[in-house]
C-alpha cells in the first residue's frame, strides 16, 4: 500500500491550492479516503473525508465552505481543493486509508499561507 500526496506549496491569505493524492497497492474504490493536517506543534487533525463511492463527504468546521474533496476511482487518487486559505491553514496535509485493518499514510505534504 503506498499514499502518495502533492501539490502543497506556499500561496499568500486568500489564495487556493490543490492537494493529490494517488494510492497504489489496494482496491481504491471500496475504501473511505481522508485527509489529516498536523500544524507545527499540534496533533494530527481530520479535514475532510469521502465516502467510497464519493456519494458522501464530511468537513471540519474549520474548513467546511472553503475546502472540497474529491475522489477519481477510475484514477485511483483523491484531491482537496483549499480556497480562501487562511494562515491557521498552515501545515502538513497526509492522505489516510484504512485498509486490512490497519492504518495507511501518506508522506505528507506541507502548505505555508502567509500573511
Known amino acids: 500500500v503506498q499514499l502518495v500526496e502533492s501539490g502543497g506549496g506556499l500561496v499568500q491569505t486568500g489564495g487556493s491550492l490543490t492537494l493529490s493524492c494517488a494510492a497504489f497497492?489496494?482496491?481504491?474504490?471500496?475504501?473511505?479516503m481522508s485527509w489529516y493536517r498536523q500544524a507545527p506543534g499540534k496533533g494530527r487533525e481530520l479535514v475532510a473525508m469521502?465516502?467510497?463511492?464519493?456519494?458522501?463527504?464530511q468537513y471540519s468546521d474549520s474548513v467546511k465552505g472553503r475546502f472540497t474533496m474529491s475522489r477519481d476511482n477510475a484514477k485511483k487518487t483523491t484531491s482537496l481543493q483549499m480556497n480562501d486559505l487562511k494562515p491557521e491553514d498552515t501545515a502538513v496535509y497526509y492522505c489516510?486509508?484504512?485498509?486490512?485493518?490497519?492504518?495507511?499514510w501518506g508522506q505528507g505534504t506541507q502548505v505555508t499561507v502567509s500573511s
Open positions: 489516510k486509508a484504512d485498509v486490512r485493518g490497519r492504518t495507511e
Open positions: 497497492g489496494f482496491p481504491f474504490s471500496g475504501h473511505v
Open positions: 469521502i465516502t467510497s463511492s464519493g456519494s458522501t463527504v
